[in-house]
């Protein structure tokens, strides 16, 4: 129509005259497409697929790095697709960027099988598990020349918290524990960083071998942690944890081993997230927090989620939250602050907890209707200030689909 523009407008006036010849059938829904502001789109250079547009039939093409922030919340109700969305996103990025580093927090072992296929590595954190990481384990930077016991001392000190009870540490503890530190890393910085990494063993008998009674009563904390039934971290590492897709599985956890497994796996994950910045700016760093929940209700494992969220960025990496319940993102101020810093947001079946979505995220009623009446792989996606109805069927006669899949029956 573009030398036709004065006789297609009158064409399409109401006044029943026909100026052009051509003639084109439409149907509402693709009518509606051609409406300004109606629908969005979302197709970045270089994306990958999060499935079909709803309204419009596109596919969307995303990625999040080019976001202002590639954080993500990912929150369902149980069996409306959570785990299937992201392992989807995790086996495309994986497959798309071939130097790109991955980190998944697995509360409920889903993920096994996906990162064994890939060639990853899965750390089983339990009592009696054979796979070991050491939280003291250090790697030199000669760009910030920070000496190990320094980059440690205020893990330990957390450590100590956790164990002890905060309202149990005393002001010189800090000290003492630093002393400790500096003497357990001494033999490995006089190796030039060729020697093992001390355990939390060595920190004990450190503790232990000084002779202030301060020093002994923070030893006798940690002996259950070090040489008791709860010594699954004071073990050398022995699991491959230069493979750039590492799956933690805490499924076995005890609750009496739980919070110091979370603070010992989460400092790790933080030092391996400045690191792989350090060593390569241009490979991203993904990060996944399974069932964030269980994070959330610890103060220290929370506050590291909040620090996350924040500075992430900073370092080329990307957090994601997944969970079911949006009204405890939403009475939690941690969660709520996550919320907040997270461009990408993926909202599926929603049922009890739809209402309060709708108010977050300023849904209408159409929208409203279309999460409620959702299926499984059916939601909407927010993509810095898009807001996308889309679905994302998976044919079931495949085997991606049997390796993502966490259904009883169709698993293989």
């Known amino acids: 129509m573009y030398f036709q523009q004065e006789r297609a407008f009158n064409t399409a006036m109401p006044y029943g005259l026909r100026r052009i010849e051509s003639v084109r059938t439409m149907l509402t829904k693709s009518l509606t497409a051609l409406v300004p502001f109606n629908t969005q789109e979302i197709l970045t250079p270089g994306g990958i697929c999060y499935g079909r547009n709803a309204v419009t039939g596109n596919l969307i093409i995303g990625l999040r790095t080019s976001l202002v922030n590639g954080n993500?919340?990912?929150?369902?109700?149980?069996?409306?697709?959570?785990?299937?969305?992201?392992?989807?996103?995790?086996?495309?990025?994986?497959?798309?960027?071939?130097?790109?580093?991955?980190?998944?927090?697995?509360?409920?072992?889903?993920?096994?099988?996906?990162?064994?296929?890939?060639?990853?590595?899965?750390?089983?954190?339990?009592?009696?598990?054979?796979?070991?990481?050491?939280?003291?384990?250090?790697?030199?930077?000669?760009?910030?020349?920070?000496?190990?016991?320094?980059?440690?001392?205020?893990?330990?000190?957390?450590?100590?918290?956790?164990?002890?009870?905060?309202e149990h540490i005393l002001a010189g503890d800090k000290s003492l524990i630093d002393d400790a530190l500096e003497n357990i890393y001494k033999p490995l910085m006089e190796s030039h960083y060729t020697a093992p990494c001390p355990t939390i063993k060595d920190l004990w008998m450190a503790l232990n071998n000084q002779r202030d009674k301060r020093s002994k009563e923070i030893a006798l904390a940690l002996r259950i942690f070090a040489t008791g039934s709860m010594q699954a971290f004071a073990q050398p590492t022995n699991v491959d944890m230069s493979n750039r897709l590492i799956c933690f599985n805490i499924q076995s956890l005890g609750e009496q081993l739980k919070p110091v497994a979370m603070l010992s796996m989460l400092e790790y994950i933080n030092t391996a997230v400045m690191s792989n910045e350090r060593n390569d700016p241009k490979a991203a760093t993904w990060v996944y927090f399974d069932e964030i929940y269980l994070l959330l209700r610890d103060s220290l494992s929370a506050n590291f989620l909040y620090t996350s969220w924040k500075r992430f960025r900073k370092y080329n990496a990307y957090a994601t939250g997944i969970t079911q319940n949006v009204q405890d993102c939403l009475t939690n101020d941690t969660a709520y602050a996550m919320l907040a810093n997270s461009e990408f947001v993926v909202m599926l079946r929603q049922t009890k907890d739809i209402d309060s979505v709708v108010e977050l995220y300023g849904l209408s009623e159409p929208q409203r209707k279309y999460l409620l009446l959702a299926q499984p792989g059916e939601g909407i996606i927010k993509m810095g200030n898009s807001l996308i109805p889309f679905n994302n069927p998976q044919p079931k006669d495949t085997k991606t689909y049997k390796l993502l899949t966490t259904k009883p029956g169709e698993m293989e």
């Open 72 to 166: 993500a919340m990912v929150v369902a109700t149980s069996g409306g697709g959570k785990s299937m969305f992201v392992k989807l996103e995790i086996l495309m990025l994986y497959l798309r960027f071939t130097k790109a580093r991955f980190y998944v927090v697995d509360p409920e072992n889903e993920y096994a099988p996906l990162v064994q296929e890939l060639g990853g590595e899965v750390v089983n954190i339990s009592v009696d598990s054979a796979t070991h990481f050491n939280p003291l384990d250090f790697k030199y930077d000669k760009a910030t020349k920070i000496p190990p016991h320094v980059a440690k001392a205020e893990f330990v000190l957390s450590l100590c918290e956790q164990i002890m009870g905060k």
